[in-house]
């Protein structure tokens, strides 16, 4: 095979005008899903410090942020909800209830921004007092200190979970989401979701979720910490590839209609293996973590915050991802208007 000098791959690369023409991989505000908070209250709009340039919205005010989202083509959001203090409880009732902030939240996105794709997060840990992920066995309080391994209960809470899922169906939302990583769980809202009539609502699932510590800032913004022991029962071993393939191919054989790995960046083999043997749609979330560590070094002086964002999501999308979930959606899209002179 003959090599240089003919061969010069740097032509390929020579100008602006041929490294786009050229460019493998692309993203686009339509591949992305924001995560946004909605709290308790009226008029809130209050900055998240571990995720700078992320909010805590009340449900008016998540209507703007989501509409100026939408107008700038990114089509879905994810809703987490943070119900008040005094309501987590250690069965976490008021995450299925019809009043709920995230019920409301769905409502009224659904009538006031139309053609916005609504998707909700699924689980416990921002509802129950403990903050964990599921039911407890015994009564479920904390005991801050104790070193014991909190015994989540799997069937129990695949009820809840349901419960929770057909209430976000009922407010109006297009898609729900499952991040509680219990057995069965696609199943259960599967059967849970049809009974209630709601058969055309669709199941994107935290296939593969590993236990990381990539979601530190992403806890306090949501105050989902546990209050003892931790994830490991439930979330993955992030050494673990083939377990999270087996996790994924059962959740589309329970009717996920979308599966999810994350975190992203650390799972990039991961993506690339799911892409290569399934062939549903595949979304990776770019964690809290990633986002606010690119932050915390541009803060620095140690790399630029709009190469880093770009680089970030280029390697998600290119490792074979369909779809970014990603709290970099306003800052991307705004930068991609900017730059095709759309402004």
Known sequence: MPGFPQIRPRRLRATPAVRSLLSETRVHPHDLVAPLFVVEGRGVRRAIP????????????????????????????????????????????RAAAPDGVVQRAVARLKARVPGLLVVTDVCLCEYTSHGHCGLLEGDGRARPGSG????????????????????????????????????????????????????????????????????????????????????RSHQMDPANGREALREIALDLG???????????????????????????PLAAYSVSGEYSMAHAAAQRGWGDLEALRDETLT???????????????????????????LD
Request: charged residues 25%.
């Open 50 to 93: 571990s995720l700078p340039g992320q909010f805590h919205y009340s449900v008016e005010r998540l209507e703007a942020e989501a509409a100026a989202l939408f107008e700038l083509g990114v089509p879905a959001v994810l809703l987490f909800g943070l119900p008040a203090p005094r309501e987590k409880t250690p069965d976490a009732r």
């Open 148 to 231: 014991r391994e909190a015994r989540i209960l799997n069937d129990p809470s695949l009820e809840a979970l349901a419960r929770v899922a057909v209430s976000h169906a009922d407010a109006g939302a297009d898609w729900v989401a499952p991040s509680d990583m219990m057995d069965g769980r696609v199943a259960a809202l599967r059967a849970a979701l049809d009974e209630a009539g709601h058969s055309g609502v669709g199941i994107l699932s935290y296939a593969a979720k590993a236990a990381s510590a990539f979601y530190g800032p992403f806890r306090e913004a949501a105050a989902s910490a546990p209050a003892f022991g931790d994830r």
């Open 254 to 280: 329970e009717g996920a209609d979308m599966v999810m790995v994350k975190p992203a960046l650390p799972c990039l083999d991961l993506i690339a293996r799911a892409r290569d043997r399934f062939d549903a």
């Open 315 to 341: 390697a998600v999308k290119r490792a074979g991802a369909d779809v970014l979930v990603t709290y970099w959606a306003r800052s991307f899209a705004e930068s991609f208007r900017r730059r095709r002179g």
